[in-house]
């Protein structure tokens, strides 16, 4: 079972989405998904825009060893170029994971 540091925007556009993939993603139990405590505070708080405080991610990504799903292009790409490997775009994710299930027939 592979572990996922979820940065606040992927969390967010679930909650706000309700999209089936993130309902099956987040409850089929197959991955383990954690998120700063932080989060909670920026949820209520709820703006259009959202900030990831991006070192918390990391820190915690590392202490866990997991790999980041991030949909912040600019933090993927300028991590990818200081050779930080342990970070995924979401939608990158999501499209594995769709080819995952199809490939298991379901």
């Keep these: 079972m592979n572990q996922y540091v ?3 925007n992927i969390l967010f556009s679930g909650i706000i ?4 993939v993130y309902k099956s993603l987040f ?3 197959q991955h383990i998904f954690f998120t700063p405590d932080f989060v909670l505070t920026e949820l209520d708080k709820y ?3 959202f900030l990831p405080k991006d070192v918390a991610y990391l820190a915690l990504n590392e202490e866990l060893g997991a790999i980041l799903l991030t949909r912040d292009k600019s933090l993927y790409d300028g991590l990818q170029t200081k050779g930080y490997s342990r970070i995924q775009l979401f939608n990158d994710f999501i499209v594995q994971q769709m080819a ?3 490939g298991r027939g379901q």
């Design 100 to 102: 995952g299930i199809e």
């Design 27 to 29: 409850t089929q139990g």
């Design 17 to 20: 989405s309700q999209k089936a």
């Design 47 to 49: 703006h259009k825009v």
């Design 6 to 8: 979820l940065d606040a």
